[in-house]
């Protein structure tokens, strides 16, 4: 059984570890980062204090309409992760509440190819 100093100990590698990968994307300087699976509360925050805005769990075809239309490319693991796969041209990203429910929204590309 693992002791409260244990605990901690590995707490501390799992944020030193989230902000190695953090910093991987945040050298890119993009603006908005979307992923199809989770992103912990920790990588929100970590990316959040540097004006950085994160959408999570995108549909696969959104993911893929939102790449086209930006000419970006969509990576799986961050290591994969090079300037020329970052995607520009949008103009801005808003997030609405309409009724209950919270909706994302880029608009005016500046050349759309979606």
């Not at 290591?79 to 995607?87: C, H, P, Y």
């Amino acid at each position: 059984m693992l002791k409260e100093e244990d605990w901690s100990i590995l707490l501390k590698m799992e944020e030193k570890y989230i902000e190695e990968l953090c910093m991987q994307i945040l050298k890119f300087k993009p603006n908005l980062v979307i992923t199809e699976k989770g992103l912990s509360d920790l990588a929100s925050h970590n990316l959040s204090k540097q004006g950085v805005s994160a959408i999570k769990r995108l549909r696969n075809t959104d993911n893929n309409r939102i790449a086209k239309a930006y000419s970006a490319v969509i990576v799986n693991r961050l290591d994969e992760l090079q300037e020329s796969n970052v995607g520009t041209g949008a103009g801005l990203f808003e997030v609405k509440k309409i009724k209950d429910e919270f909706f994302a929204f880029i608009v005016d590309y500046k050349d759309p190819k979606a």
